[in-house]
């Protein structure tokens, strides 16, 4: 098992920025990924960016150069750094770990993102 524990949500101005951490215990094996997913009211959650346990990294296009994803394998923690924030960026962002060894994969509680117009 692998417990995630998120933290950094809040209400923020278009333009702001807010840093989201995700902290990973138990069960960690490498190679693994970890990620940042969102979910708008009545939209399908989706990924926001993704980091491996290598150090690579993916991020949705409407987040490229706004958004940076980074990670403390010491403190097996992974974070998101959001700037220029829009109000299309308001969701509930959800940390998620993938073990590649066999796919499980474990999902945070969720931080509310909000951002006024």
């Known amino acids: 098992q692998v417990q995630l524990v998120e933290s950094g949500g809040g209400l923020v101005q278009a333009g702001g920025s807010l840093r989201l951490s995700c902290a990973a215990s138990?069960?960690?094996?490498?190679?693994?990924?970890m990620a940042w997913y969102r979910q708008a009211p009545g939209k399908q959650r989706e990924l926001v960016a993704q980091i491996s346990s290598t150090g690579s990294t993916t991020y949705k296009d409407s987040v490229k150069g706004r958004f940076a994803i980074s990670r403390d394998k010491a403190k097996n923690t992974v974070y998101l750094e959001m700037n220029s924030l829009r109000p299309e960026d308001t969701a509930v962002y959800y940390c998620n770990f993938l073990r590649m060894l066999n796919y499980d994969q474990y999902w945070g509680q969720g931080t509310q993102v909000t951002v006024s117009s």
């Open positions: 138990g069960r960690i094996f490498t190679p693994n990924v």
